[in-house]
């Protein structure tokens, strides 16, 4: 499985954008699937999950302004998110967790920056 994130950029503060993380491979494989964002001098946080299901949850920091969800044709995760704001300025990474040959493992897509200016 291989994980290609889009979407980030610059925005001013209360903007909005949305990522994208397109799997490819062994897209049959992936169980949940998941959003993380590092800024800077920070640790790796976990944003949103979104399982197989289409359940969702979100870290208390990007409730009520953050959309996860999951398009299984299109093998795409995507994030919307609103509001945005400085503290949220990070690269945010995409991952699946991965059901392949008895093993199950995490695979992680490259980063995508989201720069929030005041």
């Known amino acids: 499985v291989q994980l290609q994130a889009s979407g980030g950029g610059s925005v001013q503060t209360g903007g909005s954008l949305r990522l994208a993380c397109a799997a490819s491979g062994n897209t049959g494989s ?8 590092q800024g800077p001098g ?3 946080e976990r944003v949103a999950t979104v399982t ?8 208390d920091s990007v409730k009520g302004r953050f959309t ?10 995507y994030l919307q998110m609103n509001n945005l704001k400085p503290n949220d300025t990070a690269v945010y990474l995409c991952a699946a967790t991965v059901s392949d040959g008895g093993r199950t493992y995490v695979r992680w897509g490259q980063g995508t920056l ?3 200016s005041s």
């Open 30 to 37: 992936i169980n949940s699937m998941a959003w993380f964002r």
């Open 42 to 44: 920070t640790q790796r």
């Open 52 to 59: 197989s299901y289409g359940v969702t949850n979100y870290a």
């Open 68 to 77: 996860i969800s999951r398009d299984n044709a299109e093998n795409t995760m």
């Open 114 to 116: 989201v720069t929030v």
